[in-house]
Antibody
Framework: QIQLVQSGPELKKPGESVKISCKASGYTFTDYAMHWVKQAPGKGLKWMGWINTYTGKPTYADDFKGRFVFSLEASASTANLQISNLKNEDTATYFC??????WGQGVMVTVSS | DVVLTQTPVSLLISLGGQASISCRSSQSLVHSNGNTYLHWYLQKPGQSPQLLIYQVSNRFSGIPDRFSGSGSGTDFTLKISRVEPEDLGVYYCLQRTHNPYTFGAGTKLELK
């Protein structure tokens, strides 16, 4: 069955970096783009962008240009999201998703001094 | 960016009752290829969103026929009939016709 399994929760300080992963199984990884979605605590869903899993080319929504990097380990069917220079407002759950149908379980990233 | 306006913000429904959620778009969601990429999700507490309806009116695998989607252009509706306890949570619409993709703000379904 199709699954997207994400890495575990992260606690970071402002200014640090974090890298979260999303391992896909049950389908051909390079056949579908991988999208990333942010959900701040108690808030709605915000699309961050996507990565072409065949070419590796990322596309970022405007609010996520600069400190956010999408990458792949295609041989491991894994997509990664790295956030640098973390800010308090990056505290959120981050989902990977094979739109429109399959989502990862989400990774809670907490940024606190 | 396309703005999706979901109403109501919250719904109080009795078990066995019917719920209707509206999602209105600031511009037409008909893609140049003729498809309309408007989807509906349910997010239960502590879980990731689960796909209910894709492309306006197609039920995803395993979704009961109590859930139905309709609409066209800029106006879309999700109907839930015979509400059951497992239907509780926040419902979101998502449009993937225009970049950037955008979500509605959500509708919380609670039991009366």
């Amino acid at each position: 069955q199709i699954q997207l399994v994400q890495s575990g929760p992260e606690l970071k300080k402002p200014g640090e970096s974090v890298k979260i992963s999303c391992k896909a199984s049950g389908y051909t990884f390079t056949d579908y783009a991988m999208h990333w979605v942010k959900q701040a605590p108690g808030k709605g869903l915000k699309w961050m962008g996507w990565i072409n899993t065949y070419t590796g080319k990322p596309t970022y929504a405007d609010d996520f240009k600069g400190r956010f990097v999408f990458s792949l380990e295609a041989s491991a069917s894994t997509a990664n999201l790295q956030i640098s220079n973390l800010k308090n407002e990056d505290t959120a759950t981050y989902f990977c998703a094979r739109f429109p149908d399959y989502w990862g379980q989400g990774v809670m990233v907490t940024v606190s001094s | 960016d396309v703005v999706l306006t979901q109403t109501p913000v919250s719904l109080l429904i009795s078990l066995g009752g019917q719920a209707s959620i509206s999602c209105r778009s600031s511009q037409s969601l008909v893609h140049s290829n003729g498809n309309t990429y408007l989807h509906w999700y349910l997010q239960k507490p502590g879980q990731s969103p689960q796909l209910l309806i894709y492309q306006v009116s197609n039920r995803f695998s395993g979704i009961p026929d109590r859930f139905s989607g309709s609409g066209s252009g800029t106006d879309f509706t999700l109907k839930i009939s015979r509400v059951e306890p497992e239907d509780l949570g926040v419902y979101y619409c998502l449009q993937r016709t225009h970049n950037p993709y955008t979500f509605g703000a959500g509708t919380k379904l609670e039991l009366k």
